[in-house]
């Protein structure tokens, strides 16, 4: 089966167990990792990192690795002065490192949803990077709530390399 296929599987399931609302609205596939312009407040994005021959040496067998990422997108509106903008930064970074424990949990090593999507061996993640400040910008906003001089909200990339395939080859 086909890269498509394992990342529709991987959005599926994700949709299944993530806290989001309208899923299918926010949770989607996508080219970059970047929310679409209607996007809620959590926004998820799965997307492909890297399609690579861990074994380049075998002569009559493809052996295919596929990674990919979530990237996890939380707006967090602009602060009113009496707010102590340290507790919407705590809010917005524990509500993404929540969110990306739960997609670690559910598709690293999952066996399951490999074999759905005709691999062997399943998703195994790699790393997560920090909270990253995004601006206006990134959530494609005109909305003036989203000032231009502090962030818009916060993502943050969750890795995953390994969903593998065996494919015989003619000669």
């Given at each position: 089966?086909?890269?498509?296929?394992?990342?529709?599987?991987?959005?599926?399931?994700?949709?299944?167990?993530?806290?989001?609302?309208s899923?299918?609205?926010?949770?989607?596939l996508?080219?970059?990792?970047?929310?679409?312009?209607?996007?809620?407040?959590?926004?998820?994005?799965?997307?492909l990192?890297?399609?690579?021959?861990?074994?380049?040496?075998?002569?009559?067998?493809?052996k295919?690795?596929?990674?990919?990422?979530?990237t996890i997108?939380?707006?967090?509106?602009?602060?009113?002065?009496?707010?102590?903008?340290?507790?919407?930064?705590?809010?917005?970074?524990?509500g993404?490192?929540?969110?990306?424990?739960?997609?670690?949990?559910?598709l690293?090593g999952?066996?399951?949803?490999?074999?759905?999507?005709?691999?062997?061996e399943?998703?195994?993640?790699?790393a997560?990077?920090?909270?990253?400040e995004?601006?206006k910008?990134?959530?494609?906003?005109?909305?003036?709530?989203?000032?231009?001089?502090?962030?818009?909200?916060?993502?943050?990339?969750?890795?995953f390399?390994?969903?593998?395939?065996?494919?015989?080859?003619?000669?």
């Amino acid at each position: 089966m086909s890269i498509g296929t394992l990342l529709v599987a991987v959005r599926n399931k994700l949709r299944q167990v993530l806290p989001v609302e309208s899923p299918e609205q926010n949770i989607r596939l996508g080219m970059n990792g970047r929310p679409i312009a209607t996007a809620g407040t959590i926004y998820v994005a799965v997307h492909l990192r890297d399609w690579t021959n861990p074994d380049p040496q075998l002569s009559n067998l493809l052996k295919q690795e596929v990674g990919l990422i979530v990237t996890i997108s939380i707006r967090s509106r602009r602060n009113p002065e009496d707010r102590d903008p340290d507790q919407v930064l705590v809010k917005a970074t524990t509500g993404l490192t929540d969110v990306a424990d739960l997609v670690m949990s559910t598709l690293h090593g999952n066996g399951a949803l490999a074999t759905s999507a005709g691999r062997i061996e399943p998703l195994r993640w790699v790393a997560c990077n920090g909270p990253t400040e995004q601006m206006k910008d990134w959530y494609r906003s005109n909305d003036p709530y989203d000032g231009d001089e502090q962030p818009a909200g916060y993502s943050m990339e969750v890795i995953f390399s390994g969903a593998g395939k065996i494919t015989g080859i003619s000669c």
